[in-house]
T-cell receptor
Framework: DQQVKQNSPSLSVQEGRISILNCDYT??????FLWYKKYPAEGPTFLIS?????DKNEDGRFTVFLNKSAKHLSLHIVPSQPGDSAVYFC??????????FGTGTRLQVFP | EAQVTQNPRYLITVTGKKLTVTCSQN?????MSWYRQDPGLGLRQIYY???????DKGDVPEGYKVSRKEKRNFPLILESPSPNQTSLYFC????????????FGSGTRLTVV
C-alpha cells in the first residue's frame, strides 16, 4: 500500500518557468512532509520541509504547499534552472520515526 | 566535512554469501536509517535506529540485520543474500529524526547473482 504517491514520473520545464511537482498521501496522521532532490550516482539531499500545522513554507526559489484536506502537497520551483534537473522525492513522517518516500518525479529543465 | 560514508560503493556477490555494508557518520547524530531504492518503488526503509542499541524495523526488513553498538556506525548485514536483494542502498543520519531531514550517504549498488 503506497502511502505517499507521486503520480507523475517525469516533468519537463523550460528554464525560467515554474516547475510544480505534486505528491499525494493517504495517512492523515503524518505530521511532517519533506522534499529531497537526487542527482545520479549521489544520495538524496534534503531540500525543504513543512510541518502539518502549516500550509506553506518558502526557501529561496523553493516553496512547498500543503493542503491537508486534500492530502496533497506540492513543490514549486521558481524560476527553474538547468541545475534543478534531478529526481525529486517527497516524503512523509509521523512521530519522527519512519520516513516514507514517494516513487519520485524526474524533472528536466531545458534551455 | 559533515558526511555519511558508506562502503563499498559497488559490490557483486553470490547468493548465500554473507556480507556487510558499513555506514559511518561524523555528525554525532542520534538517528540512523537504511533505505533501498528500486525502480518504480522509490526509497523504502529497511531498518532505523533512534540511538545506540535502539533499532526498529522499517517497511522491508526481511533478509536484513542491523546493529548500533556505537553512535557513529550502523552496519547493514545480509546473512544470506538473494537475487531479490539486488538494489541500490542508502544509509542516512539525522539529529532530529525524520522531521529534521536526513543526510544520506552516496549509496551502495549491490548485485547478487
Amino acid at each position: 500500500d503506497q502511502q505517499v504517491k507521486q503520480n507523475s514520473p517525469s516533468l519537463s520545464v523550460q528554464e525560467g518557468r515554474i516547475s510544480i511537482l505534486n505528491c499525494d498521501y493517504t495517512n492523515s496522521m503524518f505530521d511532517y512532509f519533506l522534499w529531497y532532490k537526487k542527482y545520479p550516482a549521489e544520495g538524496p539531499t534534503f531540500l525543504i520541509s513543512i510541518s502539518s500545522i502549516k500550509d506553506k513554507n518558502e526557501d529561496g526559489r523553493f516553496t512547498v504547499f500543503l493542503n491537508k484536506s486534500a492530502k496533497h502537497l506540492s513543490l514549486h520551483i521558481v524560476p527553474s534552472q538547468p541545475g534543478d534537473s534531478a529526481v525529486y522525492f517527497c516524503a512523509a513522517s509521523r512521530n519522527t520515526d519512519k520516513l516514507i518516500f514517494g516513487t519520485g518525479t524526474r524533472l528536466q529543465v531545458f534551455p | 566535512e559533515a558526511q555519511v560514508t558508506q562502503n563499498p560503493r559497488y559490490l557483486i556477490t553470490v547468493t548465500g554469501k554473507k556480507l556487510t555494508v558499513t555506514c559511518s557518520q561524523n555528525m554525532n547524530h542520534e538517528y540512523m536509517s537504511w533505505y533501498r531504492q528500486d525502480p518504480g518503488l522509490g526509497l523504502r526503509q529497511i531498518y532505523y535506529s533512534m540511538n545506540v542499541e535502539v533499532t526498529d524495523k522499517g517497511d522491508v526488513p526481511e533478509g536484513y540485520k542491523v546493529s548500533r553498538k556505537e553512535k557513529r556506525n550502523f552496519p547493514l548485514i545480509l546473512e544470506s543474500p538473494s537475487p531479490n536483494q539486488t538494489s541500490l542502498y542508502f544509509c542516512a543520519s539525522s539529529s532530529q529524526g525524520s522531521s529534521g531531514g536526513y543526510t544520506f550517504g552516496s549509496g551502495t549498488r549491490l548485485t547478487v547473482v
